[in-house]
Nanobody, 126 residues
Framework: QVHLVESGGSSVEVGGVLRLGCTSS????????MGWFRQAPGKEREGIAAIDVSGNTTYADSVKDRFTISKDNAKNTLYLQMNSLKLEDSGMYYC????????????????????WGQGTQVTVSS
């Protein structure tokens, strides 16, 4: 059973923008720490953004000031707004749900999240 479904991945040029979405019919996002991870070919999966139940957010240095994580509790949807995209932003992007509480921050640890989506591909080209 798929609990998290990502959308919005696409091919875009350097400097472009994308917005990823993540929805679920079984997990209520307002109750859990939610995060976005990405994995580039040949690299480990890295946590890039997380949001707690109060709406507090944290970001990896690689995306800080360019990406924004948010959620719409009424729509039960998690978003990742990605601006000023770079070649190194290419990869598979995953939505993840954690426990009731996030952290400790600032590191976004894969082991803090137990439910994962199947991913959506983002390709940035010059």
């Amino acid at each position: 059973q798929v609990h998290l479904v990502e959308s919005g991945g696409s091919s875009v040029e350097v400097g472009g923008v994308l917005r990823l979405g993540c929805t679920s019919s079984t997990i209520t996002f307002s109750r859990y720490c939610m995060g976005w991870f990405r994995q580039a070919p040949g690299k480990e999966r890295e946590g890039i953004a997380a949001i707690d139940v109060s709406g507090n957010t944290t970001y990896a240095d690689s995306v800080k000031d360019r990406f924004t994580i948010s959620k719409d509790n009424a729509k039960n949807t998690l978003y990742l707004q990605m601006n000023s995209l770079k070649l190194e932003d290419s990869g598979m992007y995953y939505c993840a749900a954690g426990g009731r509480y996030c952290g400790p921050w600032p590191r976004i640890r894969e082991t803090d999240f137990g439910v994962w989506g199947q991913g959506t591909q983002v390709t940035v080209s010059s």
